[in-house]
Structures are given as C-alpha cells and as structure tokens.
C-alpha cells in the first residue's frame, strides 16, 4: 500500500501563488509515477501535472505549463506542486495520486492510489 496525504491548499487572491505538498509513505512507492489532478464542482477530474521519482522527468497539462511546477524531494518523500499566477479556474480539489503509468501521464485510471485531496479556492 502508498498513503499520500496533500497539505497546503487554502484561500488564495488571483495573481497570487500557493505550494501544494503530497507526503507520500508505504511500499515501493519510488516505482511509481506521482501525479497531481484537480477536480472543480460539476467538473470532470483533470490532469494537472506528473512526475516520476527516479528520472525526474516532468509532464504537464498544456494549460498548466509555464505557470505550475512539480518536483520531489526524495529525501522527504514529498511531491510539490508550485501553483503561481493563480486565476479563479484554477478553483478545485486538488488531489496528489501515485501509479505505474506505462507512459499514461494524464490518465487517471492509471493511478491506483490516491490522498484525500486538498482545496485550493482562488478569488477574483
């Protein structure tokens, strides 16, 4: 089992910025590729951004691109996601997910564990 728990979302003006951090804890997890999605109400989830532990190689939604950044901290088996420029749109439950996903990046199906997730609300 992987336990992921996300912290560092809260209540944010446009234009402002925000960390979100995973902890990420359990067997092998260093396998796995980390993801962060995101889900506002009445919405689909959607991929935000990937990471993999080993490669560090990076991914990102092309909306994401240019204003969040993923990165790890292996020695604190943490995932960040650095949110900045934020706009109201970026308003949702953002949530960390850790999968094998054989190059599926933005495929959620292919992440089988999932933190509880954390809101990020951003004003206008």
């Known amino acids: 089992q992987v336990q992921l728990v996300e912290s560092g979302g809260g209540l944010v003006q446009a234009g402002g910025s925000l960390r979100l951090s995973c902890a990420a804890s359990?067997?092998?997890?260093?396998?796995?590729?980390m993801g962060w999605f995101r889900q506002a109400p009445g919405k689909e989830r959607e991929f935000v951004a990937a990471?993999?532990?080993?490669?560090?190689?990076?991914y990102y939604a092309d909306s994401m691109k240019g204003r969040f950044t993923i990165s790890t901290d292996n020695a604190a088996n943490t995932v960040y996601l650095q949110m900045n420029n934020l706009k109201p749109e970026d308003t949702a439950v953002y949530y960390c997910a850790a999968g094998r996903t054989y190059g599926y990046y933005s495929d959620s199906t292919r992440y089988a564990y999932w933190g509880l997730g954390t809101q990020v609300t951003v004003s206008s």
């Open positions: 359990g067997r092998t997890f260093g396998a796995y590729v």
């Open positions: 990471i993999t532990w080993r490669s560090t190689s990076t």
